[in-house]
């Protein structure tokens, strides 16, 4: 019975350790499995990292050299030489994790063609802009259609590496799941086996427990290597490069509007004091060049009301007074030639919109309308109620359901095609000849409709017209009183200083700061100067008398708002007047001015400043 009893015990062991090898097998082949998988997803993250890389670059190339372009500054080009030395590498190390991948090598080798033929584009731009060459328009609209076509190509290639990630991380799922499962009957084959010969496999039992011990190690690399998968993915998340074009946008309005402030000051100031005293031909040459000056003011503003970046004064505005008030500019501005038609509806709800830059839109597409009948025709100004349900909303992103005020603009002229419609927003898009339009004001409208919590909708058949439909929040109180958006006036006794009159004006730019004080000394107001707010702060505790602060917002170290903070707290009283050519978020939140806050956009003429200045002094203002 012994030996019958040792002979189930030996077969009984020798099937337990049998049993046993096949499970640590199993885990050891599931565990270089799980390696190769892990091995893979790396290889995966590294494709996309190095994708999104390539991407950038190209971005990064493209806005130095459209910096450089619009500022002729060598410093744009910083970030297109980096551009340019590193994609090589990128695509060459690209090439060598995709080589076992042809249709992504496919994809590659057309990407890196584009790559190279827009790099080509972009050193011959700026070759030609060096020798004096116009900046070519079309060729920066054509630019974005190659990198739209470099976008989409990139964003196929993730698309496929996400679909190989997801693949793989299942297959890794897969692969931990049954290494737990042989780690598990290896426990439990090594406790039958503990079990049913503790007497008679002693040092079997040793090999077993060593086996275990190994499978513990095997476990804990396991381990490891799942977590520098996972700190892998974490920084894959993390790179993202916010190269946003509004951002790009106001750094260049700020840099556009403080030269202009200077060359519009500049000029005014001039033609004022040489008005009556030199030959007619040269007050002619100085109004020619402010009028070029405002033209491109009205530019710098058309960008920074399509990135949304433009200072909002909002106010609840009865909108039927407001286009009712712009009858006699639509007739002088479209001409005699169209039959322009107003509808206003009954009991129109109130909406809180800034009244100058509604009517600034709804000039914008009175002129587009008119333009686009150059035979005559009808143009038909329309307000309405109108609510937006949650299936609208649904269908178009951005749009929040609820009540609207809606300004409809419609004209008998040509009409759109879908493809026009769907690009009609896009900056610096236009369909008319050259010199005839900048393909900004569609755009402009749209970013202002946008930043007011608004929806703008296009509607139009070829050959039968085009309705453009603003919808505006409705406002859930009184509106003003005024009738619309003129701006207040002043008799031009009353813009000159009273009574001696003290201005502190505060300025980083010394060009500006000149302009400014020759402006303000010009008017009779007797000026102090600051290059900065640390200044402005000594000659506030030294000047016993300050009527005005007139102050730049953006500035280093210290930023208008926070030396107006301090200046308030010694002198409560003190009137305060805000200028600046790109606002940031220090008077502006949200698109909006803040409550109490006076701002004079850079550039200004004399009498804007001695408007707003006199508006300022003579206000009960609370800052």
């Not at 020619?288 to 433009?310: D, I, K, V």
């Not at 296009?458 to 701006?487: C, F, N, Q, W």
């Amino acid at each position: 019975m012994l030996t019958v009893r040792n002979d189930r015990s030996i077969r009984a062991l020798v099937a337990g350790f049998v049993l046993l090898a096949l499970a640590i097998g199993g885990s050891i082949w599931f565990s270089v499995q799980q390696h190769k998988s892990v091995q893979a997803i790396t290889q995966t993250l590294e494709v996309q990292s190095r994708l999104a890389g390539i991407l950038s670059r190209l971005q990064d190339a493209e806005t130095g050299q459209r910096g450089y372009l619009l500022t002729g500054r060598r410093e744009f080009l910083g970030p297109y030489d980096l551009a340019i030395k590193n994609l090589p590498p990128e695509f060459a190390a690209l090439e060598k994790l995709l080589a076992n991948n042809p249709a992504q090598s496919d994809r590659l080798h057309r990407l890196r063609e584009i790559s190279a033929g827009r790099q080509a584009y972009l050193r011959l731009a700026i070759a030609k802009f060096e020798m004096g060459a116009p900046i070519d328009i079309l060729e920066l609209q054509r630019g974005k259609q190659t990198m739209d076509h470099a976008r989409r190509l990139i964003s196929d290639m993730r698309a496929h590496e996400q679909q190989l990630l997801r693949k793989r991380e299942a297959s890794s799922r897969v692969q931990r799941i049954c290494i737990g499962l042989a780690l598990a009957l290896s426990g439990l084959t090594v406790m039958v086996l503990g079990m049913f010969a503790v007497r008679h496999a002693r040092a079997r039992l040793t090999e077993a427990v060593t086996a275990g011990s190994a499978l513990a190690r095997s476990n804990a690399q396991l381990r490891e290597e799942a977590q520098s998968r996972s700190l892998v993915e974490a920084q894959l998340r993390q790179v993202q490069k916010m190269e946003a074009v509004g951002q790009l946008t106001g750094g260049i309005a700020h840099d556009f509007n403080n030269m202009l402030a200077v060359i519009v000051g500049s000029l005014d100031i001039a033609r004022r004091r040489l008005g009556g005293t030199i030959d007619k031909r040269i007050v002619q040459n100085i109004e020619n060049a402010l009028e070029g000056a405002h033209r491109a003011t009205q530019l710098t503003s058309h960008l920074l009301a399509f990135s949304r970046q433009q200072p909002l004064e909002p106010r609840a505005i009865d909108t039927n007074k407001l286009v009712g008030g712009m009858s006699e500019l639509l007739r002088r501005t479209i001409g005699e030639s169209l039959q322009i038609e107003t509808v206003l509806a009954g009991g129109l709800w109130p909406s809180f919109v800034d009244p100058n830059q509604l009517e600034n839109a709804i000039l914008n597409l009175c002129v587009n309308a008119r333009d686009a009948m150059p035979d005559g025709g009808k143009l038909t100004i329309e307000t309405s109620n109108a609510h937006l349900d949650d299936a609208y909303a649904a269908a178009h992103q951005e749009v929040v359901a609820g009540q609207y005020v809606v300004i409809a603009v419609t004209d008998t002229g040509m009409g759109m095609s879908r493809e026009l419609i769907e690009r009609a927003f896009e900056p610096f898009f236009t369909t008319k000849e050259v010199g005839r339009g900048t393909g900004l004001g569609l755009s402009q409208v749209f970013g202002f409709i946008k930043q007011s919590k608004g929806h703008v909708k296009i509607y139009s058949e070829v050959s039968e017209g085009t309705t453009v439909k603003l919808y505006l929040p409705r406002h859930m109180g009184p509106h003003d009183v005024a009738t619309g958006p003129s701006e207040i006036s002043f008799a031009d006794d009353l813009l000159a200083a009273r009574d001696g009159e003290i201005v502190l004006v505060v300025e980083d730019e010394d060009r500006v700061r000149n302009v400014s004080v020759d402006g303000l000394r010009d008017l009779g107001y007797t000026v102090v100067q600051a290059a900065d707010a640390a200044e402005a702060l000594a000659v506030l505790a030294n000047q016993p008398r300050v009527d005005l602060l007139f102050t730049d917002v953006v500035m280093p170290e210290m930023n208008g708002r926070k030396l107006v903070d301090h200046a308030l707290i010694a002198r409560p009283d003190l009137k305060v007047l805000y200028t600046t050519g790109y606002t940031r978020n220090a008077i502006v939140h949200n698109g909006m001015l803040d409550p109490g806050v006076a701002l004079l956009s850079k550039p200004f003429t004399l009498t804007q400043l001695a408007r707003k200045v006199r508006q300022v002094l003579d206000s009960d203002q609370a800052t």
